[in-house]
């Protein structure tokens, strides 16, 4: 059969009762070319849903033009045109609707993906940092293409009601900040989803942890020049009646804003609390409930509960920090966390300049700071800074050997 069609190709009436012998078979080998033809439209060429419908229909359409040919040059003989006519409509129809579904879904995902990374007039962009109950991302101000910071927090990540209040809390709390050291909010709200996102100011640059890590203890000179704008942050904070709580080498930023380099950025009020006596269910966190990181929580803190919880306690964690910046090493680092809490409570840190050539005078600031009665401590953020800065220009510099 097969050499009696190629010898005479040219031949329609050589052809005539081919279709008798296996109509299948032949249907299915002239349908193949359509089939080829529509799948590879669908997978490698990219477009909308709505365009690959139609060049489906015209491929399906196509697909009959041999088979009417056939009817009317005698090569398909009548009996078996209802066959022919539906197989090529089950096979290349089939295939047609398999392509064009497989567009319809990848541009439905495409879409929720787009819209997922859209949030308001702010498009998102890579992931910057991620934690327990949030993720950061780099986004973009759709009009004014100005960079920015957004953080989110889902209900399934929050996992509790209060959680999402903190982050509403914190918005609310930073908003009202205007410090330049202190990160700026630009917006809030909540997506459709129930997704709470919060805008900030984009700040190119390393936390104090990541410095720390890659460079080592810093300079006592400039471990003040840190520290200095950190009270300043604070300080504003606290006479809004606002007292941090989490104050850690991570959560400062160092970055360059208007050609000044090396300024710092109090980062993430999550933990931000009203240093006013609360009324009603007003508090967040219930009393014998501690909230913090253990390395640089105050006393008062790892006691547990809000009540004792002031801007004492930020001096606290404050003066942890500039251990950690000098020493390279939290106050009682190499401990368990629950170990942590009972040494704030009960012990009294090496002096820096176990670990570091520092001026007496600045180790005293942060043994000040780091006193347990939080009477003992500096009066306010203010004088934290001014003792900063005075003891900077001590000559009485430790020489005992860091370890």
């Not at 002239?30 to 489906?56: D, E, H, S």
């Not at 009601?161 to 709200?189: C, K, M, S, W």
Request: contains cysteine; charged residues 20%.
């Amino acid at each position: 059969i097969g050499l009696n069609i190629a010898t005479n190709e040219q031949d329609l009436s050589s052809l005539v009762g081919v279709y008798e012998l296996a109509p299948i078979d032949i249907t299915m080998g002239r349908a193949g070319l359509w089939i080829f033809t529509v799948v590879a439209y669908g997978t490698l060429i990219p477009n909308t849903a709505r365009r690959t419908a139609v060049a489906m229909v015209i491929f399906f359409v196509a697909s009959f033009v041999p088979v009417a040919s056939g009817l009317s040059d005698g090569t398909i003989p009548a009996p078996l045109a209802p066959l022919v006519v539906v197989l090529t409509l089950i096979v290349v129809g089939s295939a047609a609707l398999i392509a064009w579904f497989g567009t319809y879904r990848y541009e439905t995902v495409a879409r929720r993906e787009a819209a997922a990374r859209e949030l308001g007039q702010y498009v998102l962009g890579e992931r910057l940092g991620a934690g327990g109950m949030g993720e950061v991302y780099h986004a973009e101000h759709r009009m004014l293409r100005r960079p920015v910071a957004v953080k989110l927090i889902t209900p399934a990540q929050a996992g509790s009601p209060d959680a999402i209040a903190r982050f509403e809390r914190e918005a609310q709390a930073t908003a009202g900040l205007t410090h330049p050291n202190t990160v700026q909010i630009f917006d809030y709200g909540r997506s459709e989803d129930g997704t709470f996102y919060c805008v900030m100011e984009y700040l190119p640059g390393d936390t104090l942890e990541a410095i720390v890590h890659r460079d080592g203890p810093m300079s006592a000179e400039r471990a003040v020049h840190v520290l200095t704008q950190v009270c300043g942050a604070l300080a504003e904070a606290h006479a809004r009646g606002l007292v941090h709580r989490d104050i850690k080498p991570s959560n400062v930023m160092m970055t360059e804003r208007g050609g000044v380099k090396d300024v710092a950025k109090l980062l993430d009020f999550g933990l931000v609390v009203s240093g006013q006596p609360a009324l009603g269910d007003g508090r967040l966190t219930e009393v014998g409930m501690f909230v913090g990181t253990p390395e640089f929580m105050s006393p008062e803190q790892c006691a547990g509960g809000e009540i004792n919880v002031g801007p004492a306690s930020d001096l606290y964690s404050l003066g942890a920090l500039g251990y950690y910046l000098l020493a390279g090493r939290s106050p009682f680092a190499g401990r368990s966390a629950t170990q942590m809490l009972a040494a704030h409570l009960y012990e009294t840190p090496k002096s820096v300049v176990e670990h570091a050539d520092v001026p007496l005078a600045l180790a005293a600031v942060l043994e000040t700071c780091l006193a347990k009665s939080p009477d003992d401590r500096f009066v306010d953020a203010g004088a934290v800074a001014e003792a900063l800065r005075i003891s900077i220009s001590a000559t009485d510099v430790s020489t005992r050997t860091p370890t």
